[in-house]
């Protein structure tokens, strides 16, 4: 019956109840549904979640983009992805370093570690780390998930001023 499956696919439009049932997997992730997802809203978060899932699931996954599946990671992250003028890169690999965000302006490199964020990148690198990085001349933005929850909005600007300057 549509109304029963529409009603469980609601439960599922919480960001956190579906960033809970999707990133529990550590290594393969089988997703099983019984219903048409045609018959869905576009918008809904399994959706769009199943649609990008089909699209992708011939791609090597070692050589594909990798995007956070954390909700609030991956606002950043888009946040940033359509901005004109940058390369954004998630969880990327700079030597002896796992930066959550680079960005890439200018040939100038700019690192948004990610503090507190449910994802992956949710621990802060060490103040030695800070130091190399500002050696390399890599620079760094620490933005905590506090910050952007509570003031997303002046998060961004200041995010934007910071890459811009």
């Known amino acids: 019956d ?3 499956q529409l009603q469980s696919l609601n439960y599922l439009e919480s960001e956190g109840v579906f960033n809970v049932a999707i990133t529990r997997a550590k290594k393969k992730q089988h997703i099983l549904y019984s219903f048409d997802e045609r018959l869905f809203p576009r918008s809904n ?5 199943i ?3 089909n699209k992708n699931q011939n791609v090597d996954q070692k050589n594909s983009l990798d995007i956070p599946i954390d ?3 991956n606002a950043v992250y888009r946040w940033l992805r359509y901005r004109s003028g940058i390369k954004v890169f998630y969880d990327h690999n700079l030597g002896a370093f796992n930066l959550d965000i680079l960005i890439v302006k200018n040939k100038k490199l700019y690192f948004i570690d990610l503090v507190g964020f449910r994802g992956k990148t949710k621990e802060m690198i060490s ?5 190399l990085l500002y050696r390399l001349n890599v620079k760094c933005f620490i933005l905590t998930f506090r910050e952007w929850i509570e003031t997303e909005q002046a998060v961004k600007k200041e995010i934007w001023k910071w890459i811009s300057s």
């Open 2 to 4: 549509n109304d029963v």
């Open 45 to 49: 978060i399994l959706i769009k979640y």
């Open 51 to 53: 649609e990008y899932l």
């Open 71 to 73: 909700f609030e990671e």
């Open 127 to 131: 103040f030695e780390k800070y130091n």
